[in-house]
């Protein structure tokens, strides 16, 4: 028998549970994806609107579509993330601080001249499975963003960034890494699956933290024309400051512009032209700083290699500690 397969057999338990979490995270979002597609509503109805062509009778077919895809749809992105968070967590812990906490390890190491050959083994296989099950569900919540929003391409907004694409399976791969390095250092089931959960929320805080910060470098400048609400024509794109611009050309916040000019504050886009202005208003500019939709995949693939960098040097951590672990 390989030893995949013995490593398989030690953890019976273990590998039935990922089974059953695999089917459940991929079989949920499969069946979102499988409902929306069967509304069979044209994507230019989205576009046109219910009252053009062939899309007139559709109002109570595309209202259905919009509440099914708002509420299933968020919970098909949520099965994706269990699907990257919880057997990365149950599987980093079953192939080190399990092997540890049952002794098991001792008799194995005795029997291999390579403590690392006899990691690498059981590691290998298990994170080329997570990432490759992480790929296919972050690829199924990319067609679901894709038919939450028809209108919207999923390759150019910030809906749901993290939570779908190359930054799933990259996810995976680091609760993985954290998990195993946490179970080679304790070596106790229990500990290292609440150290190892402890260790994956900091990180997921933490590259969403970084993300947040470098996106706020990242941005470019909209100043709305008269008549103009958000971002007209940009409906990809991500606001991520509103502010003013003063009549000298300054640059300021909202609540800055209020405190200096109080009740004599216009905004120049709500002023309609040739519009009487009372003695001493001050007419100002709305400037709103956004991400563009097309910076959308550079920002997945940041997140997705500074996730991917924390599994592997997580997992290179292990395979330190376990060569010099006693047995």
């Given amino acids: 028998m390989t030893a995949v397969g013995l490593t398989i057999r030690a953890h019976r338990f273990e590998?039935?549970?990922?089974?059953?979490?695999?089917?459940?995270?991929?079989?949920?979002?499969?069946?979102?994806?499988?409902?929306?597609?069967?509304?069979?509503?044209?994507?230019?109805?989205?576009i046109a609107g219910p009252a053009v062509?062939?899309?007139?009778?559709?109002?109570?077919?595309?209202?259905?579509?919009?509440?099914?895809a708002g509420f299933w749809g968020a919970l098909g992105h949520a099965a994706v993330l269990v699907l990257a968070v919880l057997p990365s967590l149950v599987l980093g812990m079953a192939l080190a601080a399990k092997e540890i906490d049952r002794g098991t390890t001792a008799f194995a190491w005795s029997l291999t001249t390579s403590r690392r050959r006899w990691f690498l083994v059981r590691v290998g296989p298990a994170a080329v499975a997570i990432v490759a099950v992480g790929l296919v569900g972050?690829?199924?919540?990319?067609?679901?963003?894709?038919?939450?929003?028809?209108?919207?391409?999923?390759?150019?907004?910030?809906?749901?960034?993290?939570?779908?694409?190359?930054?799933?399976?990259?996810?995976?791969?680091?609760?993985?890494?954290?998990?195993?390095?946490?179970?080679?250092?304790?070596?106790?089931?229990?500990?290292t699956l609440l150290v190892g959960a402890a260790l994956a929320l900091g990180a997921v805080v933490a590259v969403n933290l970084a993300s947040e910060a470098m996106l706020h470098t990242e941005t470019v400048v909209w100043m709305p024309a008269n008549g103009d609400q958000g971002l007209p024509g940009q409906v990809d794109w991500r606001t991520v400051d509103y502010e003013v611009m003063t009549p000298e050309g300054e640059i300021i916040t909202q609540s800055e512009a209020y405190a200096r000019y109080g009740n004599a504050l216009y905004f120049g886009e709500e002023v309609p032209p040739g519009a009487d202005l009372p003695p001493g208003a001050v007419l100002v500019r709305s400037v709103i700083f956004a991400n563009p939709g097309d910076l959308y995949p550079f920002v997945a693939a940041r997140m997705a290699v500074l996730y991917g960098a924390t599994g592997l040097v997580s997992i290179v951590l292990a395979f330190a500690v376990i060569d010099r672990r006693r047995p």
């Avoid at 990922?18 to 069979?40: E, H, I, K, Q, S």
């Avoid at 062509?53 to 099914?68: N, V």
């Fill in 138 to 191: 972050g690829a199924m919540a990319d067609q679901i963003q894709r038919l939450r929003d028809p209108l919207v391409d999923p390759m150019r907004t910030f809906q749901q960034l993290g939570l779908r694409g190359i930054v799933v399976p990259s996810l995976a791969l680091a609760v993985f890494g954290l998990t195993l390095a946490a179970g080679a250092t304790l070596g106790r089931i229990l500990p």
């Fill in 15 to 46: 590998f039935a549970a990922l089974g059953l979490l695999t089917a459940a995270g991929l079989g949920g979002p499969a069946l979102v994806l499988a409902r929306l597609m069967t509304f069979g509503i044209p994507a230019s109805c989205f």
């Fill in 53 to 68: 062509g062939s899309c007139i009778g559709l109002d109570p077919q595309i209202a259905a579509y919009l509440d099914f």
